[in-house]
């Protein structure tokens, strides 16, 4: 009984939701001390590192997860599970999907004690609409379209069907109360959706139709509020291939832009990237601090991470780099990389 109330609270809780962090790195290093870095090791282990104040006394980046089991199932698990692993923004549970193929799965990670569950066993889609995070962390958003096809539509020789452009309403997974009853049936159809908070504390998103010509942002119920022409964001080259993140507020993404139609695999879908090329204001159209860093990862509300090989930096989105530091060699080469700010 204990059990299905706190299911029931949960669940409640988070359906409340829906509905209503160039200069010289030892410096300012000790800025970055609240930091938090997750990352794939070689040994397929999903690693936790926290910097600290001194660069000469930074302690290695422990193991939380466990995920050499990814690699039982069928298809391309390693492009598949890079394409999917995500991290609720309280750290305290890890999502992704586990296989390539029909019998793929949708997984969580406990980062505490790191026990693996099923939240789902079913086909589901992960190189169009792949699991997102609600900005509170208390659900996740995933897609189970009908995406794969028929054997007959497979390869010579692969037993893994090909994937099509199927879609259906996305649903919504909680750690703790499992599947909730609300869903989002995205109209138009698109990608890459990103949750954010809005001004009034209510939940919204952004995405991308399927030509990349415009995002979207919606509220909880996948009610369009604007639309904003990819064409119109001068700081972006064109044939941007989808959005990577959003910042707290919802007003800067980051995107990966001139890619166009490299990468994508059968059925048409295109992988997700690891890593986006350029960060947009999205109130302006323009390039926030152009030309300073190479990349981006996570957006926090007042700058984002930049990751350059095995450093990274945090940059504001005036330009200015507040601190650049080497990644553990446990995290070095991870092909994803997360990055908070320490809580509490």
Known sequence: MTRTRTRAAVAGAALALLATAACDPAADRDEADDAVFYGLGDDHRLYRWEPGADPGEAPAAEPVLDLSGVWDAEGDVGTVLRATLTIDPRQRTAAWIEGASPNASLKFGDLETGEITTAAAYPLDHACIDPTWLADGSALLVHRGAVWGAESGAAIGDTTPMPVQAWGEAEWFSPEAGQLPTTVDLQPVGCRLRWYTAEDGTAQALYHNLD???????????TVLETIRVGGLTGAEPLVIGLVGVDPTGRYACVVDDYGPYGAFKGGFTPHAEAGTRVIDLHTGEAASSGST?????????????????????????????WSLELPDQIKESPVLFAFAEQG
Request: glycine share 16%; hydrophobic share 30%.
């Open 294 to 322: 190479s990349s981006c990862t996570t957006l926090q509300a007042d700058g984002y991470v930049s990751r350059d090989g095995g450093t990274a930096s945090f940059v504001d989105y005036d330009g200015g780099v507040e």
């Open 212 to 222: 990349v010509s415009e995002l979207y942002r919606i509220d909880a119920e996948g």
